[in-house]
């Protein structure tokens, strides 16, 4: 158990619906990372965050959003859902701004009917 | 572009020792990491190379080359729950520090 919480666990919603996943990271970890994993793309960086500031982005779709609120807990929000955005979701938490270590959350499996 | 390639995939028997390759096209990074992941479940990192040479951690080793644009992680005493993809992953220099770039990932597989 690597400390980061992720919610909920599974995810079946339709074509063009919005969904909010939800990550607690590592108690006293500041920055949390959220990444994208499908069969064809590998792992893909989506966004980071360290204390409540945005850090870096990666292949992020413009449909997709995130926030860190006070209490550090993070939410990656999908809408216009497609087909192709059928993945798992993982969050990721660091102590630093830029970790090589990451605790990973056990992830969101999201499928788009 | 910036890409980490691996093999897709490797088989090996319990007790031996394999070797998964990890040969980048980036420019440079800032060290290299290995994770490991079993099915459905949450990479698990395993180490980390921030200089050239060899880090070992009990019966995994991990090694870097920079001037080979090379490294790879061997894993010895193999174990049927070493079964499981493994990712090389760096945060490459010229972009975000913070964007870590994963591999293309190596599905081992122990057999008995």
């Known amino acids: 158990d690597s400390g980061v919480t992720q919610t909920p666990k599974h995810l079946i919603t339709a074509t063009g619906q919005r969904v909010t996943l939800r990550c607690s990271p590592r108690s006293g970890d500041l920055s949390v990372y959220w990444y994208q994993q499908s069969l064809d793309q590998g792992l893909q960086f989506l966004i980071q965050?360290?204390?409540?500031?945005?850090?870096a982005k990666g292949n992020i779709l413009e449909r997709f959003s995130a926030q860190q609120f006070p209490d550090l807990h993070s939410e990656l929000n999908l809408s216009s859902l497609e087909l192709g955005d059928s993945a798992l979701y993982f969050c990721?938490?660091?102590?630093?701004?830029?970790?090589?270590?990451?605790?990973f959350g056990p992830g969101t499996r999201l499928t788009v009917t | 572009g910036q890409s980490l390639e691996q093999p897709s995939e490797v088989t090996a028997v319990e007790g031996a020792i394999v070797q998964i390759n990890c040969t980048y096209q980036?420019?440079?990074?800032?060290?290299l990491s290995w994770y490991q992941q079993h099915d459905g479940g949450a990479p698990t990192f395993l180490s980390y190379n921030a200089l050239d040479g060899l880090e070992e951690t009990g019966r995994f080793s991990s090694f870097l080359s920079r001037s080979d644009s090379y490294g790879y992680l061997l894993l010895q005493e193999l174990q049927m729950k070493d079964s499981a993809s493994y990712f090389c992953a760096a945060f490459p220099y010229g972009g975000a520090t913070n964007k870590l770039i994963f591999g293309t990932g190596t599905l081992l597989a122990v057999q008995p």
């Open positions: 980036t420019s440079g990074f800032y060290g």
């Open positions: 965050y360290y204390n409540g500031e945005e850090r």
């Open positions: 990721a938490s660091s102590a630093g701004t830029a970790s090589h270590e990451q605790y």
